[in-house]
C-alpha cells in the first residue's frame, strides 16, 4: 500500500480480541471518494465475531466498525452527491464490482466481489480497517446521506441493523398488507429495531423470547403488541399457526421447531442471527404447512438510503447506550452476555485521541 495520511483507532490483534490503540494509514482521497472524519460508530455482534475469530475468517489487525456516521472533509474531483461538511453515513460494505447482475440490480450486498468495511481488503490490495478509528476514505458510492431528522449517535446503529431488518420486510413481502403479523424472535440490537420499524410498516409484532424479563419494554418502550415466552407451553400451544411470518434475530445455537410452529400455512421464518455453528432444520413442518425459510443480508446501497430516509420520517432509532473508546473492552464482554438496552455506540469524535 502507497502511504496516505495518518489514521488512529483501536484494533485486535489476535483472536483474544482485545482490542488497543493502533496507528495505521488510510489511502488518499483519490477522484471518486469522500474522506470522513468520524464522529460515532455503533457496536455490532458481528465485530465481536469478527474479533475474537468467531467464523474462522479473521485476518489481524483488525479494527472493527460498519455502522459509521461523520462528516465529509474532503471530496474528489468526480464527486456530486456530497461536499465538504455534509453528514454522512458509511455501513457494512464499501465497495462491489458495480457490473454483475447484482451490482446492476442495486444488490451490491449480493455481489460475490463485495468489498466489507473491515476484516477485507480492496482490489489493489489495500487491507480495510473500520470505523473504531478517527477518519476512513470510502467510493462515494458507497457513501450514505444522513437525513436531518436522524441524530448521528442513535442514528449509526441504522446502518447495519437498521438494513438488515427493513430490506427482508420489503423483499418477503412483510408490507404488502397492513396487519398482518410478524414475530420477533430476540429482543436486541437486531430484535428491538424490528419492532420499530415492523410497527412503522403497520404489522402487528409479537416478540418472541426465552424469558419474560424484557415484556414490559418491548410493549411499553417499543411498541410491541404483544409478548411470547417459549418457556411458557400453554401461550405457545395457544400461539400455534397465529404468525404470518418471524424474524429470527438470534446470533446463539438454538432450535427452530418451536419457531416453526408459529407460522401459519404459507409461513415464513426469515434468518437474520448467525450463529457460530449449523443449526438444525426440521422438514416435516416446513412441507406439512408449506412454509419457507430464507435468510437476507443487509442491503444495497438503494434501499440503505430508503431505509435511512423511511427511519427518519417514523422518528425510528437506536435505543443506546454511549460509551467511551476507552470502554469498548467491557462493552465487547457485556455484548458477549447480551448485557445491553441494545446498542453501544462509541463517542469517537470525543473520546479517541493517540496514546
Partial sequence: MVDGHKAFGWAAKDKSGVLSPFHFSRRENGENDVTVKILFC???HSDLHTIKNHW????????????????????GKNVTKFKEGDRVGVGVIIGSCQSC???NQDLENYCSKLVFTYNSRSSDGTRNQGGYSDVIVVDHRFVLRFPDGLPSDAGAPLLCAGITVYSPMKYYGMTEDS?????????????????KIGKAFGLRVT???RSSEKEREAIDRLGAD???VTTDSQKMKDAVGTMDFIMDTVSAEHSLLPLFSLLNVNGKLVMLGLPEKPLELPIFPLVSGRKMVGGSQIGGMKETQEMLEFCAKHNIVSDIELIKMSDINSAMDRLARSDVRYRFVIDVANSLSPA
Fill in 101 to 103: 447482475e447484482s451490482c
Fill in 207 to 209: 416478540v418472541i423470547s
Fill in 56 to 75: 474462522g475468517i479473521s485476518r489481524y489487525p483488525i479494527v472493527p466498525g460498519h455502522e459509521i456516521v461523520g462528516i465529509a472533509t474532503k471530496v
Fill in 179 to 195: 396487519g398482518k403479523h410478524l414475530g420477533v424472535s430476540g429482543l436486541g440490537g437486531l430484535g428491538h429495531i424490528a419492532v
Fill in 42 to 44: 455503533g457496536v455490532c
Fill in 226 to 228: 404483544a409478548f411470547l
